[in-house]
């Protein structure tokens, strides 16, 4: 059975860069026709999809997110990564990462989920 983890630093301050890594167990990011997604939920909120990365290593945005966003892998160590920048207090979230044979995903009945990560944007 798929695992999924998130990491990376609970705390940013504005203007800076988020990075979040997601390490993958018990299936490869490369098996075929799985795409690899990060989501987030503002407090209060709901799920709100940020772009994914496919097994081929193709990549997707929100648009409302594209030009701050960026999404790539390390297929040695199994992992695909985030980098939000020019982070505000607004990018305040739980991050999840997903697989799911679909590009967009934004319902946590669907696909496999890590159990997300809380990120706060504060000076």
């Known amino acids: 059975q798929v695992q999924l983890v998130e990491s990376g630093p609970g705390l940013v301050e504005p203007s800076q860069t988020l990075s979040l890594t997601c390490t993958v167990s018990g299936d490869s990011i490369t098996t075929n026709y799985y795409y690899w997604s990060w989501i987030r939920q503002p407090p209060g909120k709901g799920l709100e999809w940020m772009g994914a990365i496919s097994w081929i290593g193709s990549t997707s945005y929100s648009p409302s997110l594209k030009s701050r966003t960026s999404i790539s892998r390390d297929t040695s160590k199994n992992q695909f990564t985030l980098q939000l920048s020019s982070v505000t207090p607004e990018d305040t979230a739980v991050y999840y990462c997903?697989?799911?044979?679909?590009?967009?995903?934004?319902?946590?009945?669907?696909?496999?989920w890590g159990q997300g990560t809380q990120v706060t944007v504060s000076s």
């Open positions: 997903a697989r799911d044979r679909r590009w967009v995903i934004n319902d946590r009945r669907i696909g496999s």
